[in-house]
């Protein structure tokens, strides 16, 4: 079975500062490693996600990603955070061989960048 | 493209009653998945369809049920509803063929669904 954790439940971080909302997967086979953004009553938002290739990954809005095999690790990053990133943050991972397709959610964090 | 879209966005409903939310998906993408989110669970897989076909289904009670139509819209339906099933019920679509594990999902606004 396939599983995520996201081990802190809330980040807080000063605006301008450096953000970095972290995330370790189990999977078996190759992940494929997604982050979401949740605005309040809105959706998840899609931000970024890794297939293959490039360990740094960039995505909207100025995040980016870093996929560490070793780790099991995909940690969202962003060098400077405004308010406005102030959200709930998804991490997912699914497989294409070995594990399921279905992607499975991490139980989300919540980012409270202040001013 | 106009994005995914959910009716209603809000709902309050007796126990007891059924209810039914609609899923309209991005134009082009055939593939749908509903799930449920509550604080206390996050976010739970309930079911997908592709192709008018359930695909793959969630650890749902059978009073969870759907289906897809030929123009991809899909409907979730669940009856005899009960003070636990209040939560937000979010629609995603992605193109579901080939390298679907490696497609990105996109959401809808979803429905708040309160059972009273």
């Known amino acids: 079975a396939q599983s995520v954790a996201q081990p802190e439940d809330q980040v807080n971080v000063a605006e301008g500062n450096p953000l970095t909302v972290k995330c370790t997967y189990s999977?078996?086979?190759?992940?494929?490693l997604f982050w979401y953004v949740q605005y309040p009553n809105r959706g998840l938002q899609f931000l970024l996600k890794?297939?293959?290739?490039?360990?740094l990954v960039k995505g909207s809005y100025g995040f980016e990603a870093e996929f560490n095999k070793s780790q099991t690790s995909f940690h969202l990053k962003k060098p400077s955070a405004l308010v406005s990133d102030s959200a709930l943050y998804f991490c997912?991972?699914?497989?294409?061989?070995?594990?399921?397709?279905?992607?499975?959610f991490g139980r989300g964090t919540s980012l409270i960048v202040h001013p | 493209k106009a994005g995914v879209t959910q009716t209603p966005r809000y709902l309050i409903k007796t126990r007891g009653q059924q209810v039914t939310l609609s899923c309209s998906p991005i134009?082009?993408?055939?593939?749908v998945s509903w799930y449920q989110q509550t604080p206390g669970q996050g976010l739970q897989f309930l079911f997908e369809?592709?192709?008018?076909?359930?695909?793959n289904k969630g650890n749902f009670p059978g009073r969870f049920s759907g289906r897809q139509f030929s123009n991809s819209r899909s409907e979730m339906n669940v009856s005899t509803l009960e003070l636990g099933d209040s939560a937000l019920y979010l629609c995603?679509?992605?193109?579901?063929?080939?390298?679907?594990?490696?497609?990105?999902?996109?959401f809808g606004p979803g429905t708040r669904l309160t059972v009273t």
């Open positions: 995603a679509s992605s193109p579901g063929t080939s390298g679907r594990s490696s497609y990105e999902q996109y």
């Open positions: 999977v078996s086979g190759n992940p494929y």
């Open positions: 890794y297939i293959t290739g490039d360990n």
């Open positions: 997912a991972v699914s497989s294409s061989s070995g594990g399921s397709y279905i992607p499975t």
């Open positions: 134009s082009g993408h055939r593939s």
């Open positions: 369809y592709f192709s008018e076909t359930q695909r």
